[in-house]
């Protein structure tokens, strides 16, 4: 069905509470981001050596008002100068997606605004747009995060097809194991990677899977046993942990580096997104940037700060769903799954 697309200006706070982090913000479509604040409940978690869905939903009950609050100061607006609300409703932790889902439709009903629901993965997806150096359309997607490994064919902002995805273990997660079984605390996808920095090139080599099928699937639960195997076969010195860290880097960069070839050469896009909380790895940036480069195309990232969860992708992505007009209703309801392609088409 066509709908008339909203021309007027507008600005959205933007509510993410999907997984472990609260993010909030506010974008304006012609002024920016007018404020972005976010909480990390990494200090909470790290004990457990991974997520504890009961207390992340609990830290955000404890920040989420808070920040709005913080946001709107800085901004200096009240509700009353907002045109929506858009919070996260999946996919993610079903406690947390729905403590960001009360508080944003309260909130919008309170001050008479749509609430819109966002696709936390279309926000990772549309993150770059909040970058002067905005992606052209049509591309690939490449969606590294914690939870996510997706390879995306899409045609313009909201139309999206799937192309690949992992079978197994998301790209962040096997990051985020191996950093435990090296020491390195959780979510140590950051830490393998500077520890890296120190590695011994050609001292370890790790497989790249599932390069010989020519799919666009990935699977990275072979590397991650064949990387803990080293480990435990090893020394834990510095320079054995630091050549290891490079080793599996270098495996999963250069396998995502394979598939997103591959995905280009099958669709004949020129253009690349890289997106999600991989995305911030420097490794795997340069090496998508080079490999654009070298096919006369080009890659586009979001800064650092907006690779990881954050609540302006959620807003920008929040204000092109309420442009394109969407269904309104009461009801508070989120997905913990959600296939990007079930999304209303634009
Ligand atoms: O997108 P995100 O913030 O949360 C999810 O939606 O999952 O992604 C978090 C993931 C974690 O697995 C984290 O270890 C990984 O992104 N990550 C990195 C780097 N920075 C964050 N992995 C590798 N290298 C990095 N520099
Ligand atoms: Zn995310």
Not at 8 to 24: F, P, Q, V, W
Not at 140 to 168: C, F, N, P
Not at 259 to 271: D, H, I, P, S, V
Request: hydrophobic fraction near 40%; proline fraction near 5%.
């Amino acid at each position: 069905m066509e709908r008339n697309i909203i021309e007027t200006a507008m600005r959205i706070l933007g509510i993410e509470t999907s997984c472990d982090d609260t993010g909030i913000s506010i974008y304006d479509d012609k002024a920016g981001i007018l404020a972005n604040h976010l909480y990390s409940q990494v200090k909470t978690h790290s004990d457990y050596g991974g997520i504890v869905p009961e207390l992340a939903s609990r830290d955000h009950i404890r920040k989420t008002i808070p920040l709005i609050q913080a946001a709107l100061k800085e901004a200096k607006l009240t509700g009353q100068d907002l045109d929506g609300v858009a919070y996260t409703a999946g996919p993610g932790l079903v406690g947390s997606l729905l403590v960001g889902a009360s508080i944003g439709k309260s909130l919008a009903f309170a001050w008479d605004l749509p609430a819109i629901p966002v696709h936390h993965m279309e926000g990772h997806l549309l993150a770059p747009m909040l970058e002067d150096n905005s992606p052209h359309f049509p591309c690939v997607a490449l969606l590294v995060s914690g939870g996510h490994t997706q390879l995306i064919a899409v045609t313009s902002i909201g139309r999206y097809q799937l192309l690949g995805e992992s079978l197994d273990d998301a790209a962040g997660e096997s990051f985020d194991k191996i950093a435990q079984l090296l020491g390195l605390g959780y979510p140590g996808g950051a830490m393998l990677s500077k520890i890296a920095q120190q590695g011994k090139k050609g001292r370890f080599f790790f497989p790249r899977p599932m390069i010989d099928r020519p799919d666009l699937n990935f699977s990275f639960s072979g590397l991650k046993t064949f990387a803990a195997n080293t480990i435990r076969d090893h020394q834990a010195d510095n320079q054995t942990r630091a050549d290891i860290a490079l080793a599996f880097e270098e495996a999963v960069v250069d396998t995502l580096t394979i598939k997103c070839k591959r995905a280009l050469e099958q669709t004949g896009f020129k253009y690349l997104i890289i997106a999600g909380g991989v995305a911030d790895n420097l490794q795997l940036r340069t090496n998508l940037a080079v490999m654009m480069e070298n096919r006369g195309g080009k890659a586009f990232f979001p800064r650092s700060e907006f690779c990881t969860d954050n609540g302006a992708m959620i807003a920008y992505a929040g204000m092109v769903r309420l442009k394109h007009g969407i269904n309104l209703n009461l009801i508070i309801s989120v997905r913990p799954r959600w296939p990007l392609e079930d999304l209303p088409k634009l």
